[in-house]
């Protein structure tokens, strides 16, 4: 499976888009890159997943560039209740196995104030 | 809001205790996961339950005992724990376990165990 890179911790002011980087260069043709959320003590929540095509949805946007390498996850308007680990994750799709979703360390993102 | 209900919310057991974990979710998903999350750590896969049916167990002590009575519950039955056991125990659920688009893994708030 295709490994991940996220920096660790990443600051954005109230109201402002946040954008949270992630490397995939090892990604595969049939890898998805999923984003998942988890704000202190409570569960992973999906957030938006993507294949080759940006994404977008009532949560955030998904930027994913030509060459798949990298991705971009976009809060176009960040508030206090987005503080939370964000997690990007590369899982493959085939068939006839079970491919599970396998969490990196993850960006802790702070909205400030 | 999460449609994966897991109870209890917080459980403290003593090492020579038995007790179980449960999980329950009424999506219709055939899938069904443990994870395990240390403080700042991620969650780690346990078990993968497939139609009922156990089909991945990440080398998870004996200890741990799952056990997914129907599709719509999933157990994890605790046994002579450890005090390094003492984590987050997540349940999540899916449509079905390979991922694939719109085959999304959704996660319970999870059960804080504490082992004494």
Partial sequence: DAKTTQ?????????????LPCNHSTISGNEYVYWYRQIHSQGPQYIIHGLKNNETNEMASLIITEDRKSSTLILPHATLRDTAVYYCIVRASPSGSARQL?????TQLTVLP | DTEVTQTPKHLVMGMTNKKSLKCEQHMGHRAMYWYKQKAKKPPELMFVYSYEKLSINESVPSRFSPECPNSSLLNLHLHALQPEDSALYLCASSQRTVLSSGNTI???EGSWLTVV
């Fill in chain 1, 7 to 19: 920096p660790t911790s990443m600051d954005c002011a109230e109201g402002r888009a946040a954008n």
């Fill in chain 2, 106 to 108: 959704y996660f319970g």
């Fill in chain 1, 102 to 106: 396998t969490f990196g360390s993850g």
